[in-house]
């Protein structure tokens, strides 16, 4: 069964930083690309960033030089690093698969239709 547990998360001024940890368990990690999406107030979720298995990373615009997304994958981890934070970066943060709900398996490819609980990132103006 997958289960992402974000954390890290709170309450911070413009300008400030944030570190975010995603622990990932039930999937085959090391051959699954993995994301950070957000979801702010009366908004659609968005793709924040994302990375390879090989390390390759890819970013959202509003977010390019800004954030860093990185991978352990010893620990079954994926990190998102928030630098020089705007108002506009308020939302709830979560981790998936990228794409989302795609899952390798050793032998197979599944769907799974999951979101952990999200770490909420507020910061202020």
């Known amino acids: 069964q997958v289960q992402l547990v974000e954390s890290g998360g709170g309450l911070v001024q413009a300008g400030g930083s944030l570190s975010l940890s995603c622990a990932a368990s039930?999937?085959?990690?090391?051959?699954?690309?993995m994301g950070w999406y957000r979801q702010a107030p009366g908004k659609q979720r968005e793709l924040v960033a994302t990375?390879?298995?090989?390390?390759?990373?890819n970013y959202a615009d509003s977010v390019k030089g800004r954030f860093t997304i990185s991978r352990d994958n010893a620990k079954n981890a994926v990190y998102l690093q928030m630098n020089s934070l705007k108002p506009e970066d308020t939302a709830v943060y979560y981790c998936?698969?990228?794409?989302?709900?795609?899952?390798?398996?050793?032998?197979?490819?599944?769907?799974?239709?999951?979101w952990g609980q999200g770490t909420q990132v507020t910061v202020s103006s």
């Open positions: 998936n698969s990228d794409p989302p709900g795609t899952y390798y398996g050793s032998r197979n490819i599944y769907q799974y239709d999951y």
């Open positions: 990375i390879s298995t090989g390390g390759r990373t």
């Open positions: 039930g999937i085959f990690f090391i051959v699954n690309a």
